[in-house]
């Protein structure tokens, strides 16, 4: 049984893109088969395993057409056992062209119910907006998992989401659920840092994962090389914390 | 001649509210009237000034509909010259609705054009997302300021931003030109941050300011008690970079 997960957040800038990349790379060390669809146009999970432009030509948006059959957009990744459907701006151009379509929520949701019940997981980053892009993948999947920066601005938007999330529950898709919120760029020296993280779990209680995400610089240089910070560099805290998340995140699935 | 000038950039959290709430701020010391629109729907500029959600019945959605006046919708800020219209999440709504209207594009240049043009500035925070609210905004302006990161990810976006905003100038807004692009969140001891700045400006040269916003934690700290930083701690490097950007904006507008 596919288990389909929504990375979002519609603060700008918070982790949605890193925690996707890192953490379907932290779980594909267990025999599972994983698929992350990038569906930003900005790309920015696609350039975080080093898919250049060219390679892009078929992607998140060539999945929607009728001539081409959605497995041929299937890319591997160096990551053994993980699989990527690369974006670009193609997609830019998804949610003018099927804004007066019947069905228009449920798009993704049927192309992932036909083409890809042969994954264990399929991972869903999408961009800082609740467009239709965003509100596809909401229906589309059964959670939603919710990065959230350590910062002041970020965590007032946190209660606008999950109302977001609730409607496109009772409207659109009643099985849509939290897999949990996730603490990034965490800097226990920052007052501001420790304040937020105290707020959040005492507001959101049992849906915030323990593993916090700390800031490390090696975390934003590893895209630059094409690589999930955990090949990039593994002993790292960002990676360390990465691997940690995914334990935490197969223990609450209960796979452990 | 009042100046409208859009910050912008699809990318998230790049500093856009951040640099739009302290660059209005830093402008209000000349002789100017200012005002600041909040057009994105999580509406953290408003919050950047300390503006209630109660506070936000009038707004920047309520200037597009027909039994108020957009005048109303202004309010006064601490900051003597500095106005502002708040956001709220009444603004999401503003997409879907006029998507099928004639001039959905210059509904936001024509309330500018009839009821602001006693302001010499006004400065429009947009959302992540080149959707309607910002190309409402890109249509509305003289020009756009577009603050990105030092790091990775934000430096690839601004090519297609770019194309973008050329595509804008062609189709709706002939007069459409780069105010500049703003480096923020720096830090001299990451070769990252240090890469990317100079990559940036080898590319795009002098439209990039000379002015480098530093990461600085005051910064993110002056949200939480509704302040601009400029007021929250004015001689921490953040305020004092943001004052620097005030002058090197005017030098360019040719008014000191
Ligand atoms: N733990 C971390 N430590 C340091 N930098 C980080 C960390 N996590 C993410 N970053 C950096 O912060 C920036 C924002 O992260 P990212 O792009 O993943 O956020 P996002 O929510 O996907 O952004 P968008 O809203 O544009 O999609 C990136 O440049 C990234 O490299
Ligand atoms: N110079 C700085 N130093 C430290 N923190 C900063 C700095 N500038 C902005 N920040 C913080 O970084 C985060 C992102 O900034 P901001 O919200 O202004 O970006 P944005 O581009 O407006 O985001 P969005 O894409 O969600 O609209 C905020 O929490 C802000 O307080
Ligand atoms: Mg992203
Ligand atoms: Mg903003």
């Known amino acids: 049984m596919t288990k389909v997960i929504t990375v979002a957040n519609q603060k700008g800038g918070v982790g949605k ?29 696609s350039t975080g395993f080093g898919i250049s432009p060219a390679k892009r030509k ?31 701006n193609d997609l830019s151009a998804f949610a003018v062209e099927i804004s007066n379509m019947e069905n228009r929520e449920y798009l993704l949701r049927d192309v992932i119910q036909n083409e890809f019940s042969d994954f264990d997981y399929v991972f869903i980053d999408t ?10 993948s909401l229906v589309a999947c059964n959670s939603v998992l919710i990065p959230t920066q350590c910062e002041f601005y970020a965590m007032e938007g946190l209660a606008q989401l999950l109302k977001t999330i609730q409607r496109i529950q009772q409207n659109f898709n009643k099985q849509l659920g939290i897999q949990g919120i996730v603490l990034t760029m965490a800097d226990k020296r920052s007052n501001l840092s420790v304040h937020v993280e105290s707020e959040v779990r005492e507001h959101f209680k049992e849906l915030v994962y323990g593993t ?45």
């Open 58 to 88: 078929l992607n998140s948006y060539s999945i929607f057409l009728n001539n081409i059959s959605p497995r041929d957009a299937i890319q591997e990744t160096e990551v053994p056992g993980l699989y990527i459907i690369p974006a670009n």
């Open 127 to 136: 961009p800082p907006t609740l467009g239709l892009l965003t509100i596809n």
């Open 17 to 45: 893109t890193t925690t996707a990349v890192n953490l379907a790379t932290a779980l594909s060390t267990i025999p599972k088969k994983i698929l992350l669809i990038d569906l930003d146009p900005q790309g920015n999970a």
């Open 212 to 256: 916090v995400v700390p800031r490390n610089v090696k975390v934003s240089e590893a895209p630059s090389f094409g690589k999930p910070v955990l090949l990039y560099n593994f002993k790292c805290p960002g990676s360390q914390s990465y691997v940690q998340l995914a334990k935490e995140f197969l223990d609450r699935e209960r796979l452990i």
